[in-house]
């Protein structure tokens, strides 16, 4: 019974990684190889996409686009609008009184919000008041994964000072069941320890929920208003929850979940939503119930052990092991029932030490590039968007602290939409690769860098003044021009042009001095491209 006595001592500490992790990853296949769950059909996902990005432009866009979208569906009898965006800073005046009044016009649009640090303290980040004042509701969009990387859990609601907010598509949910949000203490869905809901994944990103391209139902807006033939017929709008949100690599909160390594925000909602409409939850089993288990699998294994040589007792063992984990899986397919397997494994399994030191380093490494696939893209190398401004908010913070200097570079490959159409994408990746990996090996360990979007890059000098960094962006810049990238069509060779700023002692934010980066490198390409330009603080 010592096993036994030790298990017991675990589950009462449920924080323990080891086996916490082993759950966790059981959970993750139990998600992975069950039957696909059942799906709201009105639920449709609107995404910004690779392909809207490169027809309309960088983002953000102008809101007006937001504003032709909200006025589309609220004409074509949607049901609910949910941007998965934050609109928190004013663009022009023209397009904020437009989306504002689309908005007012709508009266079905859902807004978000994040609860961010700022200056080492919780605050709220709100849309636009003009905004959230004709919105049917908000909610809070902060999804924070596990410590192994993968999401799969969400608060239900938060508070922070005088604002408490609902998850973004529990309050879409619960309107649309004509019920208000219960109070935290009431939610009358099951949630685990911590009170956070377990997202029931229904599937596969690709394969789940219905999808249609943002362009395309601009294109269709447009055609309907003229009298021709929409590429998305209006009539499949009528009636839907209508998710819109960025998918497009680098631009988007892309997260590693149980089913895949990169699902985007939007499909956290579609599937927080599905639970809710068609009540289907993960149920944690109560700590009770697992110590009942844990004692019945004990003392089977005990029998065994005692009755059996090890040979057999062992196979013995294994069999009641799968015999268990079968079982787990099968309340896991019928009613989502998540019972612990991690005790009652470790509790049979203690005597292949040497398969579970097998399984702990394989997890680790699962976890290492689950969360590299995260946090890096994979094309370059390089830090996607999201993570990398993380990054450089903290430098930021840490250069006040230090009143120290910090400085970023902006690059952009010259011409580079002419080595797509001459030579192709294939070409135009791995001149985009060879110049990603020539800016990382010209950078010090303290460097950073990332993707900025498309062929832009972006590079953070941690204590470095505007003076020192212009040689490091010389140094890039002479790099890449003399590179050359063989493809079958002939050798390619490519320059870059850099803006390089550096952060204002007065300046709590980043954005500015990126904002300089951005029009000293458009300097450089007004001056004739291939060269290095600087934009001092004013």
């Not at 006025?71 to 928190?88: E, N, P, R, T």
């Not at 601009?218 to 003229?226: G, I, K, P, Q, Y």
């Not at 190398?381 to 970023?408: C, D, K, M, W």
Request: hydrophobic share 40%.
């Amino acid at each position: 019974m010592g096993v036994l006595g030790l298990n017991l001592w675990l589950l009462s500490f449920p924080s323990l990684d080891p086996l916490e992790r082993l759950d966790r990853i059981t959970l993750d296949q139990f998600f992975k190889y069950r039957p696909p769950l059942r799906t709201d059909p009105s639920i449709v996902c609107i995404e910004i996409a690779e392909d809207s990005l490169l027809q309309i432009g960088r983002w953000p866009w102008p809101r007006q686009y937001h504003a032709a979208l909200t006025h589309a569906l609220q004409g074509w009898g949607a049901k609910a609008v949910v941007f998965d965006i934050l609109f928190s800073d004013p663009s022009s005046p023209s397009d904020d009184k437009a989306f504002a009044e689309a908005l007012a016009e709508s009266g079905r649009v859902y807004l978000p919000l994040v609860l961010e640090n700022h200056r080492g303290r919780p605050v709220w980040i709100h849309s636009l008041a003009s905004f959230e004042r004709h919105a049917k509701g908000v909610g809070h969009i902060n999804a924070t994964p596990d410590r192994d990387g993968i999401l799969r859990r969400v608060q239900p609601v938060l508070r922070e000072g005088s604002e408490q907010h609902p998850y973004l598509s529990l309050k879409v949910a619960y309107d649309l069941l004509g019920r208000p949000v219960p109070p935290p203490e009431r939610l009358p869905f099951p949630r685990d320890r911590d009170g956070s809901l377990l997202i029931n994944w229904a599937g596969r990103w690709t394969e789940t929920f219905r999808h249609y391209s943002y362009l395309d139902l601009l294109r269709s807006f447009e055609a309907v208003n003229h009298g021709r033939k929409p590429i998305v017929p209006p009539e499949l709008l009528r009636g839907k929850i209508c998710l819109i949100g960025l998918t497009a690599v680098g631009h988007t909160d892309l997260k590693a979940i149980p089913l895949e390594p990169v699902y985007p925000a939007m499909g956290f909602h579609a599937n927080v939503i599905n639970s809710l409409l068609t009540k289907q939850f993960v149920t944690p089993a109560p700590l009770f119930t697992n110590a009942l288990c844990l004692i019945g699998i004990g003392l089977i294994a005990t029998v065994l052990f005692m009755l059996f040589r090890p040979v057999i007792a062992s196979a013995a063992s294994l069999l009641l092991g799968g015999g268990w984990l079968g079982l787990a899986y099968f309340l896991f397919c019928c009613d989502s029932l998540w019972i612990s397997v991690a005790h009652p494994l470790f509790c049979i399994g203690s005597i292949f030490l040497a398969s579970v030191v097998y399984l702990q380093v394989a997890e680790e490494k699962t976890e290492e590039r689950l969360s590299d696939l995260a946090t890096r893209d994979g094309l370059t190398g390089l830090h996607v968007i999201r993570h990398f401004r993380g990054l450089l908010n903290e430098a930021t913070a840490e250069a006040r602290r230090r009143q120290a200097p910090l400085s970023v570079l902006m690059i952009d490959i010259d011409h580079f939409k002419q080595v797509n159409d001459t030579y192709g994408h294939p070409a135009g990746d791995r001149v985009l690769k060879q110049a990603a990996a020539i800016v990382q090996s010209s950078l010090r360990e303290s460097d950073d860098a990332g993707r900025y979007g498309g062929e832009e890059m972006i590079v953070m000098l941690p204590r470095t003044s505007l003076e020192a960094a212009l040689p490091i962006a010389e140094r890039i810049r002479a790099a890449v021009a003399q590179a050359t990238s063989d493809f079958r069509e002939g050798t390619i060779s490519v320059t870059v042009s850099i803006g390089a700023a550096t952060l204002d002692p007065d300046e709590t934010s980043p954005d500015p001095m990126v904002q300089r980066a951005d029009e000293a490198m458009y300097q450089a390409k007004q001056g004739g491209r291939n060269r290095v330009c600087r934009k001092p603080t004013t």
